[in-house]
Structure formats: structure tokens, C-alpha cells
């Protein structure tokens, strides 16, 4: 009985031990605060779509997600509008926004755009000063050139303004862009005007000569993927666009080929709508889209070259892709730069009667 006793003892001193150490592990746990897992932050970009973003997602997007850690969605937009409306709206999805240079200072002299925190943006000092601001930076340039159709021209097609508009030598259809600016600059280089002496525009001159384009014109394209579905077709014969646009579709095995001569210089820059909702992240991703290492991806996936001069020097970019490139030495030569500053002042009447007139 004792032996029995003793063993029942044993048997409860044994189950007490276990429930106090279940009863101390319980205790424990509960004293442990509980960490959420933490959401990955997340910045929308909106570009313009196409090959474009494309070689934006490969250059930038893509590899700043998965070094930042932070998830990058995309979505793409027709213009300045769409940019308005968001932040009229009051309820901001976008967070980093890239517009032509004119629409970056439009939407900057609207207030916008958030105001840019260059202590995280650091390491820009290659992109020249009249490419950023307080309120944007320059994301690439690029170069409003002549395309045509090689079906139509062969080699032998359109390579001066004067020669786009030279329908006895080069019959056949014409695009341009459905605004003012590049159609009157066009227009007064074909008709004459040195690229050196074409700012301040003479507007009655540069109007007087479109009219000899107009009845040509089968499209005035919007964006920069129409464009080069317009080449890619082959619906019309020669063209004004972006250079990369042209590229990347003759890279594809479209009949198309493009000149540098005579284009005008361009560059579209990075901005942050007032009211964005992940500001913070968006301006770590602005910095690592900014510098030399990542603006030296975007030429190796589509014929734009970077803001940032220093990626130059980064060793990235093939020699044998500078010859694609509008700032190449050589591509640079015979070209103009855009006069922002004069369009800033003139664009709204220039438009209002650029649609007027391609409506009549």
C-alpha cells in the first residue's frame, strides 16, 4: 500500500509540475507583444505605356522594387488632364507621374506637384540644371526625328524638314503630333528658318506653311504607341516622333528608318502629385531611378539617352548602342534643343488655334 502510495504521490507530483510549466509557458507568451507582419510599401508610376514603359519596367521599375523593397504597380495616362484630375479629385492614387518637360512645368506653376526631397535624392549631379527643378526631375531625353516607311522610300527617304514637306520628291502620306509645338518648329525649318534663329517663333509664318502639310496628314497621332503602330502598319509614308518609338518597331522587323538630322532635342521629367499617398516611397524610388548606374540600363532596352550625364561614364552603355542615341556625339551635331521657357508663355493660344486649325 505504501509502494502504491508512493507511486500515486509521484504520480501527482508529476502532473502538477506539468500543468505549472504549461501554465509558465502560457504567461510567457502572453507577455511577447504581437508584431504584425508589415505590409511592403507600394508606389504607383504612370508613364506613357508601350515600348516606352516597357524599357522603363526593365531599366527602373523592376530592379528599384526589388532592391528598395517596395512593390511598384504601373498605370499609364494620355496627358496633363489626367494628371489634373487626380488631384482635383482629392482622392490621389498616382504617386510618381512622367510628363513631357512643358507639362512638368505647367503642372509645377498649377501647384500640383509635391515639392521633391533632394537629401534622398542625392546622387544627380550629372543631370544638367535646366532638366530639374524643385518640383521635377529629368527622367531622359529623346529626340523628335523623321521617319519613313523603307517600302515606300527605301534608305532614300525624308532626312530634312524641307524634304517632309517636299511632296513631288516624296509623295506619299504624313503624321505629326496633335499639337502645336514640334508642328511649328517643323514648319519654319522646312520653310527656311535656321534651327539657331527659330525662337521666338513666328507663328503667322510657321501656320502658313502647315497649311501646305495639312491635306498630307492621314493621322495627327497622341501618343507616343500610336505612333509607332502608325510605322508598324505601314499607313502612312513618313512621320515626325520619337526617335525610340521608331527604333523599337524597326528593331521588330518594321520597314522603317529614321534620321537625326534636324531633330529637336526633348526631355520628359518625373513628378509627384500633390496629395500623392506614398510620398516617402516614391522619392526613394525617384532617387534610384535617378542615378548614373539605373539612367545607363534605359539605353540598353530602348534608344533614349539618360538625364543623368554621369551614366556616360558608367561603363553600361555598349559603344556600339551610342550611335542610336539623340546626345551621341554625332547624333547631337545638327539639332535644337526646345524652348520650354517660350512655350511655358504660349503654349494655350498656340493649341487653341492649332485644334481650330486642323479642324477646318
Do not use: C
Amino acid at each position: 500500500q505504501n509502494r502504491i502510495g508512493y507511486s500515486l504521490l509521484g504520480s501527482l507530483k508529476m502532473q502538477i509540475y506539468r500543468w505549472m510549466m504549461a501554465a509558465a509557458a502560457v504567461t510567457v507568451f502572453a507577455t511577447v507583444p504581437f508584431t504584425a507582419p508589415q505590409a511592403q510599401p507600394e508606389v504607383t508610376v504612370v508613364s506613357w505605356g508601350g515600348a516606352y514603359q516597357a524599357a522603363q519596367r526593365k531599366a527602373w521599375f523592376e530592379p528599384a522594387a526589388k532592391e528598395l523593397g517596395i512593390t511598384i504597380k504601373e498605370d499609364t495616362m494620355s496627358g496633363i488632364a489626367d494628371h489634373r484630375a487626380q488631384v482635383m479629385s482629392g482622392s490621389v492614387t498616382w504617386d510618381l507621374v512622367q510628363h513631357g518637360s512643358y507639362s512638368a512645368m505647367k503642372l509645377v506653376k498649377e501647384g500640383m506637384v509635391e515639392k521633391l526631397d533632394f537629401s534622398v535624392i542625392n546622387d544627380i549631379g550629372g543631370i544638367p540644371d535646366n532638366m530639374k527643378s524643385d518640383y521635377y526631375i529629368g527622367a531622359l531625353v529623346y529626340g523628335l526625328v523623321i521617319g519613313w516607311n523603307t517600302k515606300t522610300y527605301g534608305q532614300d527617304g525624308p532626312k530634312t524638314w524641307k524634304d517632309f514637306y517636299d511632296f513631288k520628291k516624296f509623295p506619299g502620306t504624313r503624321s505629326m503630333r496633335q499639337r502645336a509645338d514640334y508642328n511649328l518648329e517643323a514648319a519654319l525649318i522646312a520653310d527656311g528658318v535656321p534651327m539657331d534663329k527659330l525662337y521666338p517663333l513666328d507663328v503667322d509664318r510657321a501656320f502658313k506653311k502647315l497649311e501646305e502639310l495639312k491635306p498630307h496628314v492621314v493621322a495627327w497621332w497622341s501618343s507616343g504607341a500610336a505612333s509607332a503602330q502608325l510605322i508598324k502598319d505601314g499607313e502612312i509614308d513618313a512621320i515626325g516622333l520619337w526617335n525610340g518609338r521608331l527604333q523599337n518597331v524597326k528593331k521588330d522587323g518594321a520597314p522603317a528608318e529614321l534620321t537625326f538630322n534636324e531633330q529637336m532635342l526633348l526631355f520628359d521629367a518625373w513628378t509627384i502629385p500633390k496629395g500623392a499617398p506614398n510620398k516617402d516611397a516614391a522619392m526613394k524610388v525617384l532617387a534610384h531611378m535617378s542615378k548614373p548606374s539605373s539612367q545607363a540600363r534605359l539605353p540598353l532596352f530602348i534608344n533614349y539617352s539618360p538625364a543623368n550625364q554621369d551614366a556616360y561614364a558608367t561603363g553600361i552603355i555598349p559603344k556600339e548602342k551610342l550611335a542610336g542615341l539623340p546626345t551621341s556625339p554625332e547624333n547631337v551635331k545638327n539639332s535644337f534643343v526646345y524652348d520650354w521657357g517660350w512655350w511655358m508663355d504660349n503654349y494655350d493660344e498656340m493649341q487653341k488655334r492649332f485644334d481650330e486649325f486642323i479642324q477646318d
